[in-house]
């Protein structure tokens, strides 16, 4: 199953429905981009800047998400060029319809390049860009 950042915080950050992401993934294969790297840091230190979450549990957040890679739960796939102009024509193929950012066609470029279950998101505009798609995802 590839993981979007959106659903990688509700992993290690405790938040409503992170149990309910935690059951979702439960027996998958996990695999996200290495963009996620830098994502989810900006995603804990801004949670931290708004006082929804103590350093310390941002580092809690942050080890476990390294622990994940390091034991092989979590695969990320690197970026190259050929994702990067893939993401161009992901774009492209969902425009005008869905305004795709930039990292979120990566997204969508890197679960492309890879054999994986469906594609767990909890960003409605990359959703509905996937679904526009055809890919498989989770509701």
């Known amino acids: ?6 659903v ?7 938040e409503p429905d992170s149990d309910a992401v935690d059951d979702v993934v439960e027996g998958f294969t996990l695999v996200s981009s290495e963009l996620a790297v830098t994502e989810l ?7 931290e800047r708004n006082h929804g979450l103590m350093t310390a549990a941002r580092e809690l957040a942050w080890n ?30 969902v425009h005008p319809q869905v ?3 930039t990292l979120d066609a990566l997204h969508l ?5 890879v ?4 594609l767990f998101t909890k960003d409605a505009r990359l959703l509905a860009a996937a679904k526009l798609l055809g890919f498989a995802v989770v509701e």
Do not use: Q
């Open 109 to 113: 470029a890197t679960y492309a390049s």
């Open 64 to 93: 476990a998400f390294l622990t994940e890679i390091d034991e092989g739960v979590l695969r990320l796939i690197p970026l190259d060029g050929v994702m990067l102009r893939e993401a161009n024509g992901m774009m492209l193929r």
């Open 99 to 101: 305004p795709l950012r």
């Open 41 to 47: 840091w900006s995603a804990l230190l801004a949670k």
């Open 115 to 118: 054999i994986t279950g469906p």
């Open 8 to 14: 990688l915080v509700k992993r290690y950050v405790a």
């Open 1 to 6: 199953m590839y993981l979007d950042t959106s």
